[in-house]
């Protein structure tokens, strides 16, 4: 049977349903009265075009679409629905022609050129999509996708700044419609520079905020520019209007969190991320943010799957990995915690901290020869580089303070809590600030790492006839002493003085309890034992008659409590204050600090419980005495500050929100 014999016998209509495009063809090769050029005609010479176009004759179907065949009723919905969308997935560049055609016509629509141009960028052909949208910017200036997909096109091809300038000169534009300022604040506020977010910050009143997107643009922008609070209403707001979903929730998590590291806004930012999670489980950011939050809160339970998880998946994500590695420690699973700790050891090199991280694991698993091992190759590959002297390596820490990338909010609180009293230029303080860090922790790699040469920081040592004149004024005679001190100073002075002194002493500190020599003898570790078992030995230490040095604005644990000091969260354990009222023991702070280029003590004998005083109101006094020392060190030099751990873990950016 011919094919005319059998297209004869159903319509265009039919042919083209079953997509019978040799047909179709051929039922109007044998019609050509249907192709005459009459307004009646039009959809046949459309259908005509359209077979010709679906079996690769391209030029013999387009030279059959004149604008008027095009600007004719139904027409380029034809076209949209046989030729443009099936084309983008098999033949993108007839789509991209005929789209062309429509354009030029004069009777294209956005979506047409969305479809065709997303397909581009998809196929890598990011020049002709730039163009495509281009000139369809020229017939709609005012889409907001098409000012989206321009600058996209823009960035794809490397010209962000490009596409930065366009957005600063549309941004300002009065009478913008809001499709297309919400475009500009969010290309300012995603990619621009400090300038560009303050810029999406002074245009915020423009931004409507009736939909899920710029809801959320205005809570991310007003986090950009430090105003956390104002974003916590902007997005309790949002919700409070019936607005709502993952990208929202996620941010308003965020916002938690950056406004304070609080007991409760820590778990408001659980809950926001949890639903998050909820509204889009495969999302990666949301999961990760929420399991880091449930361990900032103690749920390690919880996170453990849902970052075993995304590290299935993801597996080369070693701040998930960390997280991971620290849920299962906190939640007794030694092995697997050391297993995790390893793999991101040797993924960051053999200097890397997770060396620490996994020998304590190790011993917490009962594996100590492999723990020993481990943290002695880690000694080894920090010894390796070291300088021959102590002196030498001091004198040459000037040359490494430029590459010290500490928190800016810790260095502004800082600042803002001494240093601007200091006398001193902020960039003189800030690099002096830099070396105390650096002077610190090249002090404890020199007794870890330098056992042999101990005794060369002892010659940085100031008058310690002071401090042995101090405790001997304590009259300690059988009975030892709380020490207490935090992370300032010239911290790892505390474990050689005692060792100087031969002070009848024990120190806790995060170092693994495989450390050789005369420091390791007198270690406390907390990083290798439970919390029950740092407190046993630190009573039965006590109970001997000896006395225990704790920093105690420091843990292991991101979920340790915290309490509000001079405007922040700081780590704070009373531990402590609750031993020396239960053991009736004098307490001492005591903190190492650099002057004149020599280490000195600070020390303050502490307040003793009254004989009527309860717990509870000796440890707010102690603890007020405690902060009051503290306060002192921070409006010292700036050597002193030491900037990392402890009291430092949990300072943030100072909100800037309008009271």
Not at 212 to 234: E, M, P, Y
Not at 240 to 257: E, H, K, N, V
Not at 294 to 321: C, F, K, M
Not at 338 to 354: C, D, I, M, N, V
């Amino acid at each position: 049977m011919s094919v005319h014999t059998t297209v004869g016998k159903v319509s265009p209509t039919t042919l083209l349903k079953r997509e019978d495009w040799a047909g179709l063809g051929e039922y109007y090769r044998h019609r050509p009265d249907n192709l005459s050029a009459t307004p009646d005609n039009v959809q046949h010479i459309v259908l005509f075009a359209i077979s010709y176009l679906r079996q690769g004759e391209v030029e013999a179907g387009l030279s059959l679409l004149s604008d008027a065949v095009l600007r004719a009723h139904n027409s380029r919905a034809l076209l949209r629905r046989w030729v443009i969308s099936p084309g983008v997935e098999s033949h993108l560049m007839l789509s991209f022609q005929v789209v062309n055609r429509l354009l030029a016509a004069g009777v294209c629509q956005v979506q047409d050129v969305l479809l065709v141009a997303r397909g581009l960028i998809k196929g890598q052909s990011i020049a002709m999509a730039a163009d495509l949208v281009a000139r369809a910017r020229d017939v709609f200036p005012q889409d907001s996708h098409l000012f989206a997909l321009e600058l996209r096109c823009l960035v794809l091809s490397g010209n962000t700044h490009q596409a930065l300038t366009q957005v600063r000169a549309q941004a300002v534009i009065r009478g913008q419609s809001p499709e297309v300022m919400a475009t500009c604040l969010y290309y300012l506020h995603q990619r621009g520079l400090h300038d560009d977010k303050a810029l999406a910050f002074s245009l915020i009143q423009h931004l409507d905020t009736d939909t899920l997107a710029s809801a959320t643009l205005r809570v991310d922008i007003l986090l950009s520019v430090g105003q956390a609070k104002q974003a916590i209403l902007a997005g309790e707001s949002a919700l409070a209007a019936g607005i709502d979903g993952a990208t929202l929730r996620r941010s308003l998590g965020q916002a938690y969190y950056q406004a304070s590291h609080s007991r409760e806004s820590k778990h408001r930012a659980v809950e926001h991320l949890r639903q998050a999670v909820v509204f889009n489980p495969d999302n990666l950011r949301a999961a990760t943010l929420y399991a880091d939050m449930l361990v900032r809160t103690g749920q390690n339970a919880e996170s453990i799957p849902l970052l075993a998880r995304w590290l299935d998946t993801h597996p080369d994500l070693a701040y998930v990995r960390a997280l991971y590695a620290r849920a299962l420690r906190q939640q007794g699973q030694y092995s697997a915690a050391s297993a995790e700790f390893l793999r991101l050891a040797q993924a960051q090199g053999a200097t890397s901290k997770w060396h620490r991280y996994a020998a304590a694991a190790l011993l917490q698993a009962g594996e100590k020869e492999e723990a020993e091992r481990l943290f002695s190759r880690y000694i080894e590959a920090r010894r390796a580089p070291m300088a021959g002297t102590f002196e030498e390596g001091l004198q040459g820490l000037d040359a490494h303070i430029d590459q010290v990338n500490l928190p800016v909010a810790r260095l502004d609180w800082a600042w803002e809590n001494g240093g601007k009293h200091s006398g001193l230029p902020r960039g003189e303080w800030e690099r002096r600030a830099k070396w105390g860090h650096l002077a610190d922790n090249f002090l404890l790699d020199w007794l870890e790492c330098r056992t042999e040469q101990a005794d060369e920081p002892m010659y940085q040592l100031g008058n310690i006839g002071q401090v042995e004149q101090f405790f001997h004024r304590l009259q300690l005679n059988e009975r030892g002493c709380i020490i207490v001190t935090g992370h300032l100073g010239a911290m790892y002075a505390g474990p050689m003085l005692m060792s100087l002194l031969n002070m009848n002493s024990k120190w806790v500190a995060s170092t693994p309890g495989v450390l050789k020599g005369g420091y390791g003898e007198r270690l406390i570790s907390v990083s290798d034992k439970s919390e029950s078992e740092v407190v046993r030995a630190c009573v039965q230490t006590l109970h001997s008659g000896q006395s225990i040095a704790v920093a105690i604005d420091g843990s292991l644990s991101l979920a340790a409590p915290t309490i509000e000091f001079l405007g922040q969260q700081v780590t704070y354990s009373t531990f402590c204050s609750r031993l020396a009222y239960k053991m009736h023991l004098p307490t001492v702070f005591c903190v190492p600090v650099w002057r004149e280029g020599h280490i000195h003590f600070v020390l303050e004998k502490m307040v003793d419980p009254l004989k009527v005083e309860s717990l509870s109101a000796f440890m707010e006094r102690w603890k007020g005495n405690y902060l009051a020392c503290v306060t002192r060190i921070l409006e010292s030099a700036p050597e002193n500050l030491r900037l990392s751990g402890g009291l430092w873990r949990h300072i943030v950016a100072k909100d800037r929100s309008p009271r």
